[in-house]
Structures are given as C-alpha cells and as structure tokens.
C-alpha cells in the first residue's frame, strides 16, 4: 500500500509538473523556430526610437536595436534566415498584442513600470526619457501650474495624465484632457490650437517638434514628471527567449555598438527631413550601459 501511495504521489508530480515542461520546451524560441519568422511590434511615429521613415518603412534606434536581437536569435537558433514581419501598434493595443503571442518583440517606445511587468517582460533599458510638455512659445507656459481650464494633448494609452495629477503643481490644476490616437495625432492637436500642451517623453516631443512645420514654434517646458526607462517588451513568463534577448542587448552595450547607434539617431540628422535632435545622451543611461538593469520606472522615483 506504501508503494502504490508513493507512486501515485510520483505520478501526480509528474502530471502536475507537465505545463511547465511543455512551457520550458516551447514558448517563443520554438515557435520562432518553427515558423522561421518572427514578429516586430513597431510604433509609426515614437521618432527617433521607432517610426515610418519617407518610404513608409520603420526605422529608429529601437528597430536597429531588434534587428541585433533577430541576428542573435538566428545565431542561438542555428537558422541561416528569419522573416521579419513588422506589426504596426499603439499605445493602447501594444501590450495586448505582446501578451497574446500576436508580436514576439515590441520594438517602441514602452515605458518599463511596475504594472506593466505585471503582464510583461522587459529587455534591459536601452533609453531613459523624462516626461515633460511641448507648448508653442508664443503661449508664455512654463509650468503646469498654468494650465488650469486649458485643454492639455495626450496620448491615448499613455500615463501622462496621471503622472500630472500625481505631481504636487498639478494636484490642484484643472485641466481638460484631450487625447490623440497617436503622437503624431497628439502633437497635431497642439500645433492647431486644440491644446496649449502636449505632454509625452522628452525625445518624442523633441522628434516631433524637429519634423514639424514650423520647429521653431516651439519649446519643451516644465516640470520633470517622471524618470523613464524605455526598453523592448516580450511576453511574460519566458525564461529562454528573455536570455537570448538580454544577451543580445547587453552585447552591444559591452561592445560600444549601443553608443554608435544612439550617435546616429540622437545626434545626426536622420528621416525623413535630414534634421537632427541633438539630444546628448543622459548620465543615467551612461550608467545603465556600464551596468545593464531592466528595473522599472518606480525604481527611479521613488523619494
């Protein structure tokens, strides 16, 4: 009776321990296998980390940075080709379409936070943004403190919002959220008068405001909302395929390739206008280089 409790035991384990096997066995690495393609999550206006360039074809500092990743892959992986298909999303529809195997690799403009490691998984950071707000000059704004009763642009999908809320100058201010599909619908709204502000991350705000009609029209101002680790996001719960990834990233870091890629994006002209952001690297990314980390934004901002 002993023996057959212990081997009923033995196989209830076994049974019970079968999910995971099979998730070990499988996940994206397999079904990048598999298929012999995988699949890009890409932003159509996140300038300069990822967005359509004059031929409608995604460029950025973050799809140069995916495509190191797929190299790695196809090395791990022992595959000579690998098809590359490019998914546009949003901020709305970005995690979703990572979580439910639609996009292998989201290669954007995510913020890495709390909750959203929830859900997902982050390769480690590969930019760090400040939140703030564009204005137009000519508008005098300098700080959220002058935005009561004015409408203020966001992206749908984003936490810009709250994070104005939250901020002790914007606790008390009134103002009217309207809400942009995209940046590039975002920013619209602030350059037809729509909105006096459009709150976002730094570079983004920087990218649109060099590619604009008239860049000369406006200014980042205000507070710094919050610190930012921007990085690519997979699907949760996939030890292998995160590995692969994390080596692939740390690599160019390791190898100084992560700088000559920022170079070219931040500080060069790029598409479509030729112009350049002229957007120094920041002492906290320099650090993060030297000493990879995919810890989320709460680890940045905590007081």
Same mark, same amino acid.
């Given at each position: 009776?002993?023996?057959?409790?212990?081997?009923?035991?033995?196989?209830?384990?076994?049974?019970?321990?079968?999910?995971?096997?099979?998730?070990?066995?499988?996940?994206?690495?397999?079904?990048?296998?598999?298929?012999?393609?995988?699949?890009?999550?890409?932003?159509?206006?996140?300038?300069?980390?990822?967005?359509?360039?004059?031929?409608?074809?995604?460029?950025?500092? *973050?799809?140069?940075?995916?495509?190191?990743?797929?190299?790695?892959?196809?090395?791990?992986?022992?595959?000579?080709?690998?098809?590359?298909? *490019?998914?546009?999303?949003?901020?709305?529809?970005?995690?979703?379409?990572?979580?439910?195997?639609?996009?292998?690799?989201?290669?954007?403009?995510?913020?890495?936070?709390?909750?959203?490691?929830?859900?997902?998984?982050?390769?480690?950071?590969?930019?760090?943004?400040?939140?703030?707000?564009?204005?137009?000059?000519?508008?005098?704004?300098?700080?959220?403190?002058?935005?009561?009763?004015?409408?203020?642009?966001?992206?749908?999908?984003?936490?810009?919002?709250?994070?104005?809320?939250?901020?002790?100058?914007?606790?008390?201010?009134?103002?009217?959220?309207?809400?942009?599909?995209?940046?590039?619908?975002?920013?619209?709204?602030?350059?037809?008068?729509?909105?006096?502000?459009?709150?976002?991350?730094?570079?983004?705000?920087?990218?649109?405001?060099?590619?604009?009609?008239?860049?000369?029209?406006?200014?980042?101002?205000?507070?710094?909302?919050?610190?930012?680790?921007?990085?690519?996001?997979?699907?949760?719960?996939?030890?292998?395929?995160?590995?692969?990834?994390?080596?692939?990233?740390?690599?160019?870091?390791?190898?100084?390739?992560?700088?000559?890629?920022?170079?070219?994006?931040?500080?060069?002209?790029?598409?479509?206008?030729?112009?350049?952001?002229?957007?120094?690297?920041?002492?906290?990314?320099?650090?993060?280089?030297?000493?990879?980390?995919?810890?989320?934004?709460?680890?940045?901002?905590?007081?």
């Amino acid at each position: 009776m002993i023996r057959r409790a212990a081997a009923v035991v033995s196989l209830t384990l076994v049974i019970l321990a079968l999910p995971a096997l099979a998730q070990d066995a499988g996940g994206t690495l397999k079904k990048v296998r598999d298929s012999g393609s995988i699949t890009m999550g890409i932003r159509e206006s996140s300038l300069p980390l990822s967005y359509l360039d004059d031929k409608q074809q995604p460029v950025g500092y *973050h799809i140069e940075i995916c495509n190191r990743i797929v190299d790695a892959l196809k090395a791990h992986l022992k595959m000579s080709a690998l098809k590359i298909t *490019h998914t546009p999303v949003t901020s709305q529809n970005r995690i979703p379409l990572v979580t439910n195997g639609t996009v292998d690799l989201e290669c954007g403009s995510t913020t890495n936070n709390e909750a959203r490691k929830k859900q997902v998984d982050f390769a480690p950071t590969t930019f760090v943004t400040n939140v703030r707000m564009a204005v137009k000059k000519a508008s005098g704004i300098k700080s959220l403190s002058e935005l009561n009763g004015k409408p203020v642009a966001t992206t749908t999908g984003t936490t810009s919002v709250q994070l104005m809320r939250a901020h002790e100058k914007g606790k008390h201010i009134d103002f009217k959220e309207v809400y942009g599909k995209d940046h590039a619908d975002a920013f619209l709204m602030l350059e037809t008068d729509r909105a006096v502000a459009f709150v976002m991350d730094d570079n983004l705000l920087a990218g649109l405001i060099v590619t604009s009609k008239n860049p000369n029209d406006y200014v980042i101002v205000g507070e710094v909302l919050n610190i930012e680790p921007i990085a690519i996001m997979l699907r949760k719960d996939d030890p292998a395929f995160k590995a692969v990834v994390d080596d692939a990233v740390k690599a160019l870091m390791k190898s100084g390739e992560i700088d000559k890629l920022y170079a070219k994006w931040f500080m060069n002209p790029i598409p479509p206008k030729g112009a350049s952001l002229n957007f120094p690297m920041s002492d906290k990314l320099k650090e993060l280089i030297k000493t990879p980390s995919d810890a989320p934004a709460e680890a940045y901002n905590r007081k």
